[in-house]
């Protein structure tokens, strides 16, 4: 089945620095969406990237993905406290047998 | 607030139990997903309905069912529980089927099982 695996598995960095996270998924794809998890809660979307768009942007997050080596990243800009979550990534393929398939999540904590 | 409600939120039982979680989708949305988060295994895909019909199924355990109402609302039966049946588990939504955009989740169910 599709499924995104995220690295690394956690990152700690300070206030103001950028995070930056990966993500391998294993064969083609429609589309590669990122989510966000605050402790316990609910999965939130941030944005979603077609298999035909390289590169998004959604205010301090920017999403690259290169087909060609199955994999994406996830770059948040100038972290800040609330940015402390999991982050998961998430593909969907051409038929049913792909379903939304989530990978383990990186574990962002931003220090202040 | 995703307008997508799980309910109940908590649920403590005895193993052998039997459970049912409800979820709402929001107004409008013709897809169910369910998912159960634990802390060894991630986010795992367990089913998806579109309008009443299944879809897609993931690694669903046998004691597990599901099923999607007339009134597009879904729910998750778990039986003959098990310690490792202790989960977060979410329900999402969306308008459309495959490809047809971002999932709304809920804020989940969390199962104890003792």
């Known amino acids: 089945s599709q499924q995104g695996e995220e690295d690394p598995q956690a990152l700690s960095i300070q206030e103001g620095e950028n995070a930056t996270m990966n993500c391998s998924y294993k064969?083609?794809?429609?589309?590669l969406q990122w989510y966000r998890q605050n402790s316990g809660r609910g999965l939130v979307h941030l944005i979603l990237i077609r298999s035909n768009e390289r590169e998004k942007h959604s205010g301090r997050l920017r999403v690259t993905l290169d087909t060609s080596k199955k994999s994406s990243s996830l770059l948040i800009t100038a972290s800040r406290a609330a940015d402390t979550a999991s982050y998961f990534c998430?593909?969907?393929?051409?038929?049913?047998?792909?379903?939304?398939?989530f990978g383990a999540g990186t574990t962002v904590t931003v220090r202040a | 607030d995703s307008g997508v409600t799980q309910t109940p939120k908590h649920l403590i039982t005895a193993t052998g139990q039997r459970v049912t979680l409800r979820c709402s989708p929001r107004?409008?949305?013709?897809?169910v997903y369910w998912y159960q988060q634990s802390l060894d295994q991630g986010l795992q895909f367990l089913i998806q309905?579109?309008?009443?019909?299944?879809?897609a199924k993931g690694n669903i355990l046998e004691r597990f069912s599901a099923q999607q109402f007339p009134d597009l609302h879904s729910e998750l039966n778990l039986s003959s529980l098990e310690l490792g049946d202790s989960a977060l588990y979410f329900c999402a939504s969306r308008k459309g089927g495959l490809n047809t955009g971002e999932l709304f989740f809920g804020e989940g169910s969390r199962l104890t099982v003792l």
């Open positions: 064969t083609s794809i429609n589309n």
């Open positions: 309905y579109y309008n009443g019909e299944e879809r």
């Open positions: 107004s409008g949305d013709l897809s």
């Open positions: 998430a593909t969907e393929g051409f038929s049913n047998d792909y379903k939304l398939s």
